[in-house]
């Protein structure tokens, strides 16, 4: 997504389960002239009913909360709309499964609530111009999810081979391996390309051009 110019004044909603950290949010946010906060809601389910009725162009969004978790909020707000509003994370949680579910449902960037107010300020301002913008740990835990997807040339001589039809019996015997070596090489690339069985895996390796199609 190209970089947008910053709206005059960005219009932010906040989504938070706790009264008291939307308050010190919005308290934060609105010392900036170049923000204004122009709703709340306390769990997803009301996110999504807010950004209709306040149309914000961005929503600061935390994950977990009780009657609807944001992650289930950003996946619906991205169905309806692939371009506004922006949605910034701003959570305590930095492990992988947090960050990587967050991002893969369409947030726009990820910040953890410990982020000082400056950084906030920006990271809400460059988010908003289109940037994606991600705390260190968010940065830092996508860069080792993609080196952790590519797939060995090895996994990848098993795909083609069961591309072309072949049983892990064929494949076994034309690169003069075990048949539990190749299910081995089946088990560790299935994750890496987000499948379950091997049809699936074939169809999302020709997906991502890993595969010839000849």
């Given amino acids: 997504m ?7 004044v ?3 909603l906040v989504v938070d389960d706790h009264p008291v950290v939307r308050d010190g949010i919005r308290g934060m946010l609105e010392r900036d002239p170049r923000i204004s906060v122009v709703g709340e809601a306390a769990d997803g389910v009301e996110a999504i009913a807010s950004v209709r009725a306040a149309d914000p162009d961005l929503v600061l969004m935390d994950l977990r909360m009780p009657g609807g978790d944001g992650v289930a ?8 709309s692939r371009e506004r509003p922006r949605i910034l994370v701003l959570t305590t949680y930095d492990t992988d499964r947090d960050i990587h579910a967050a ?4 947030a726009d960037g990820y ?15 460059r988010a908003a111009s289109g940037q994606s913008v991600l705390a260190p740990a968010a940065a830092r835990s996508l860069v080792d999810r993609t080196r952790g997807d590519q797939l060995t040339e090895r996994e990848l001589q098993v795909l083609t081979l069961m591309a072309r039809g072949g049983t892990n019996r064929d494949v076994a015997r034309q690169l003069l391996v075990s048949e539990a070596t190749v299910k081995t090489h089946l088990l560790r690339l299935y994750p890496k390309l987000g499948v379950r069985d091997r049809a699936a895996a074939v169809r999302v390796a020709f997906e991502r051009g890993l595969l010839g199609r000849s």
Avoid: F, W
Wanted: hydrophobic share 50%; net charge neutral.
């Fill in 2 to 8: 190209s970089e947008a110019p910053i709206p005059r």
């Fill in 111 to 125: 910040m953890l609530k410990a982020t000082p107010r400056d950084e906030l300020v920006d990271a809400v301002l």
């Fill in 73 to 80: 909020a950003i996946r619906e707000l991205r169905a309806a």
């Fill in 103 to 106: 991002i893969d449902a369409g």
């Fill in 10 to 12: 960005v219009r932010v």
